[in-house]
């Protein structure tokens, strides 16, 4: 947070009458305005501010997450039509010849099952 002093011009009360005045802000919360005429200062309270500050820290915690993936997908949508095809391609390659040896697998696995219920199908009989 950046402190920053400015210069304005006010109606002061105490002066009644417009003057110069120094308001001092911490970050973007004012912290206090005093009147270069007569000195005149009103501060905001330091408890309040601490209130202000970790209320305004909390909601920007929580809503990080949702702010980075909002930057990142609109990070992703302006570069992927720049992305080679392969990159999309060749992992979705990979996951279908996966699937291809998994579903063999599968074939061959219970073509092997009911062989083997046929087998001890054909013992019980021949024990009968």
Do not use: W
């Not at 009147?35 to 009103?42: A, F, G, L, Y």
């Not at 609109?74 to 010849?97: H, M, S």
């Amino acid at each position: 947070m950046k402190d920053e002093v400015t210069k304005i011009t006010l109606y002061c009360i105490n002066c009644n009458e417009e003057t110069p005045h120094t308001v001092q802000y911490i970050g973007e919360y004012l912290r206090s305005v005093s009147c270069d005429n007569c000195s005149k200062k009103i501060e905001i309270d330091r408890r309040h501010l601490r209130t202000v500050f970790a209320e305004d820290f909390i909601d920007r915690i929580l809503s990080k997450p949702h702010r980075m993936t909002e930057d990142m997908k609109k990070a992703l949508a302006t570069l992927t039509p720049f992305f080679p095809k392969r990159l999309f391609r060749e992992p979705l390659q990979v996951f279908r010849e996966i699937y291809e040896i998994l579903k063999k697998d599968d074939e061959t696995n219970s073509d092997n099952d009911s062989d083997k219920e046929n087998d001890k199908i054909e013992n019980d009989d021949k024990n009968s």
